[in-house]
């Protein structure tokens, strides 16, 4: 049984810092990609980053510059470092894990809220 928990979310200020993490638990194929989502009131939910487990990087063209994608292969962690956060930026936040070998075996945490508000 795979699992992920997201912390770190939270109030921030717009031009300030926050930093997501996402802890995954059991069995996962080694070739993998970790990402964020998010979804935000009204919207459909939408990719923020995703990172393979060798290293490979895609954005959303809204945080690249400001957001930062990472991760601990040894700890099964994903980490999504948010500077200068805008008030667009406010939404749910859901990690993900897939497979890049077995079509199917993708994975979701439970969401971690994130607000950018003075």
């Known amino acids: 049984q795979v699992q992920l928990v997201e912390s770190g979310g939270g109030l921030v200020q717009p031009g300030g810092s926050l930093r997501l993490s996402c802890a995954v638990s059991g069995s996962i194929f080694s070739a993998n990609a970790m990402g964020w989502y998010r979804q935000a009131a009204g919207k459909q939910r939408e990719l923020v980053a995703v990172?393979?487990?060798?290293?490979?990087?895609t954005y959303a063209d809204s945080v690249k510059g400001r957001f930062t994608i990472s991760r601990d292969n040894v700890k099964n962690t994903v980490y999504l470092q948010m500077n200068s956060p805008k008030p667009e930026d406010t939404a749910v936040y859901y990690c993900n894990v897939r497979s890049l070998v077995v079509h199917g075996m993708n994975y979701w945490g439970k969401g971690t809220l994130v607000t950018v508000s003075s």
């Open positions: 990172i393979t487990n060798d290293g490979r990087t």
